[in-house]
């Protein structure tokens, strides 16, 4: 069974790696077609990976070691991110890790290794995206521990699989803490992922840059890596919110017809958040980056408020 357990955490890590690509196709295609285009494939993704991947890795004269190694490290902190959320099932071996503080910790290794690589050649446009990127993390990360906190209150736990045992355990419940805790928790994927309204993905113009600011400089195998941990973060944040704060559907045992109904699934809510947010991103324009803090801001009050009422409303229980 332990030998079993481990095959489904690699299972779980390569869907990441297979599924974030096609998430972020699922999205531009459902954009494209509000927007009345026909749009790339929905393989796309994984042509430009192909690409890149085959393309000379160029790299300016005065970087240093830290500039070529952050890729690498990165894509595999977002990656070991990725494989503490629980995605098709629950009990696995890494739940043992699956803490909400060890996913902050490796979020923040990343991007404070992203941040070193924007400034490290030199460029204005590298250190402009770095300083906007610790901007947005320094106020979104109190607001998502907050959120997940009322979550952990209740199950009387920081483990993820415990919230979420404890969340199919209990059932349906429409709780008001619950219901401000996901909505600033959406607040701040909507910012940590780089997506309209505070920032948008597609955009190279030097006022509203923030992520790819930092990945002008980065060509070849590096950028796709870049890029690759970019996508493996939004799906982190998605599957974060559909199977911890909705986990109904998740495999309970490690039988074939429970993990194919996990799959399904997730699978399922995940095309329904890509069609959220593409209507989402269609509907709204871009913020002014000044405006930012006040989007930040205002998920750390609905957290707030998510963790009061569940103090006072619900008696803490």
């Excluded at 481990?6 to 390569?14: E, M």
């Excluded at 994984?46 to 890149?52: A, G």
């Excluded at 928790?185 to 600011?213: C, K, S, W, Y």
């Excluded at 980065?218 to 996508?231: F, I």
Aim: hydrophobic share 60%; charged share 10%; net charge positive.
């Amino acid at each position: 069974m332990n030998t079993a357990a481990w095959w489904l955490v690699l299972l779980q890590a390569l869907l990441f790696l297979l599924g974030a690509p096609l998430l972020v196709a699922w999205v531009r295609r459902v954009k494209a077609r509000l927007q009345n285009r026909r749009g790339a494939s929905l393989w796309q993704p994984y042509r430009d990976f192909y690409k890149l991947f085959a393309k000379e890795t160029l790299v300016a004269h005065t970087a240093s070691p830290v500039f070529r190694a952050a890729p690498y490290i990165v894509f595999g902190s977002t990656l070991l991110a990725c494989m503490v959320v629980p995605l098709l099932a629950l009990g696995l071996p890494s739940a043992a890790v699956a803490d909400v503080i060890v996913l902050v910790g490796f979020l923040a290794l990343g991007r404070f290794f992203l941040t070193l690589a924007g400034m490290d050649i030199g460029t204005a446009f590298g250190g402009m995206g770095a300083s906007r990127e610790m901007l947005v993390s320094a106020l979104a990360e109190p607001a998502m521990l907050m959120a997940v906190f009322t979550l952990a209150m209740t199950a009387h736990s920081t483990n993820l699989a415990s919230i979420a045992e404890h969340q199919l355990s209990t059932g349906l419940i429409l709780r008001p803490s619950y219901l401000f805790a996901l909505m600033g928790l959406v607040l701040v994927a909507i910012a940590e992922t780089g997506r309209i309204p505070v920032d948008n993905p597609t955009t190279h113009l030097e006022l509203t840059m923030i992520h790819e600011a930092m990945l002008l400089e980065y060509s070849g195998r590096h950028l796709a890596l870049m890029e690759w941990a970019a996508q493996l973060k939004l799906m982190l944040y998605g599957v974060l919110i559909v199977n911890v704060f909705l986990p109904w559907g998740i495999a309970t045992e490690f039988t074939p017809l429970a993990l194919a109904v996990g799959l399904l699934a997730v699978v399922g809510k995940l095309i329904f958040l890509g069609l959220l947010l593409g209507v989402a991103e269609t509907g709204l324009a871009k913020m002014r980056l000044f405006r930012a803090p006040q989007f930040l801001n205002l998920a750390l009050l609905l957290a707030l408020l998510g963790l009061l009422s569940h103090v006072i409303l619900e008696g803490g229980a």
